[in-house]
């Protein structure tokens, strides 16, 4: 039983162009991921003083700003992923 030892795609040094994109597509989620998890701590720290049973109306407003703002990124990064993509990755 013999077994081909050279890399995806085929040739030596090159990677499969779908496996390539794939990576690519995986690599912006995770980006974004990150920056999920960057704005959360961020408004966080920002409005929650000290968690408790219920929000009083001052941590509730910064939340809802601040939440607001990061929709508003989360969409303008999606769309720059968006036009990357249709310009083919670049």
């Not at 499969?16 to 794939?22: A, G, K, M, N, V």
């Not at 999920?36 to 407003?61: A, M, N, R, Y």
Request: net charge negative.
């Amino acid at each position: 039983m013999s077994f081909d030892s050279s890399p995806v795609g085929g040739q030596e040094g090159q990677i499969d162009p779908e496996l390539r994109h794939f990576i690519e597509i995986e690599s912006q989620k995770a980006k974004y991921q990150a920056q999920v998890h960057s704005f959360t701590d961020q408004c966080w720290d920002k409005c929650i003083d000290k968690p408790g049973s219920k929000l009083d109306s001052k941590t509730e407003t910064c939340l809802v700003n601040c939440v607001g703002r990061f929709i508003d990124v989360s969409l303008t990064i999606a769309n720059k992923f968006q036009k990357r993509l249709e310009q083919g990755g670049h």
